[in-house]
Structure formats: structure tokens, C-alpha cells
């Protein structure tokens, strides 16, 4: 039961909505991850790697999930990687779940054109020729 209004009281509303001065009530829903792109998988890596490369699939494909080890085993010891054109990782936190490991991980990339070889970015500093 409602209590009348004092003297000095706003009068009592039963309607939610009625907040004098106030926004409107709304639902809070829950927060959605946000995804930037789409996901690149190993297949479509093996892939564009043959396809830029020029190499078959057969030759490639090893070659690949090596790295992909090699890459993984690195970032499990916490180890900077320092890999370019890719960037410069370095793991800033590890967080051991049941399922695995999560890594909080900083990635650095220049600036530069990634059409460009890095022949033709030191050429463009006026370092080496590369033709010589």
C-alpha cells in the first residue's frame, strides 16, 4: 500500500516509467564479443601461402604446421617474437584455464606498404640496391 504524499514529496506514481527528469527504463542485455574480420583458418593459411609462393601444396603444407609448432611452443614459454613483416609479439599475460591457456598478447606492426618486398623497403631507405 501506498503511502499518501507529504507536503514536501512529488506525488507518488505507480507507473515504472514516470521519473521525473529521468531517462526512460531499458533492458540491459548481455555484452556480445566483437570480431573485427573473418577467422583464417589453417587450410585457407596453406592455401595463400602456396598461392603466393608458387609452391605445390604437398611442399608447402609441411613446411607450414612446422611453423605453426614452432610459433606455439614459443608462445607457451612466454617468448617475445620479433618476426617480420609479421610484427613483434610479446605475451603480456597467462591465464591457465581448464581447457587450455588464454594469452593476453601485444602485437606490433610497422607502418609499412605489405605489397612491398623487404628488398624494396630497404631500397626505398636508399640502404642497398637491390638488383646489385
Known amino acids: 500500500m501506498a503511502r499518501p504524499p507529504t507536503k514536501n514529496s512529488p506525488p507518488l506514481s505507480t507507473d515504472a516509467t514516470a521519473i521525473p527528469g529521468g531517462p526512460a527504463p531499458s533492458v540491459v542485455k548481455s555484452a ?17 601461402v602456396t598461392d603466393r609462393a608458387g609452391v605445390k601444396k604437398r ?12 610459433l606455439g611452443e614459443a608462445i607457451a614459454e612466454d617468448r617475445e617474437l ?34 612491398q618486398s623487404s628488398e ?6 636508399g640502404d642497398v640496391d637491390p638488383k646489385a
Request: include cysteine; aromatic fraction near 2%.
Open 120 to 125: 624494396d623497403q630497404i631500397a626505398a631507405k
Open 59 to 70: 611442399d608447402c603444407k609441411p613446411v607450414i604446421e612446422a611453423m605453426l609448432a614452432v
Open 82 to 115: 620479433n618476426l617480420q613483416p609479421f610484427g613483434k609479439l610479446k605475451v603480456n599475460r597467462r591465464k591457465d584455464v581448464p581447457n587450455g591457456n588464454v594469452f593476453i598478447c601485444r602485437l606490433r606492426q610497422n607502418n609499412k606498404n605489405p605489397d
Open 32 to 48: 556480445q564479443p566483437v570480431v573485427a574480420g573473418a577467422m583464417m583458418r589453417k587450410k585457407e593459411l596453406i592455401d595463400a
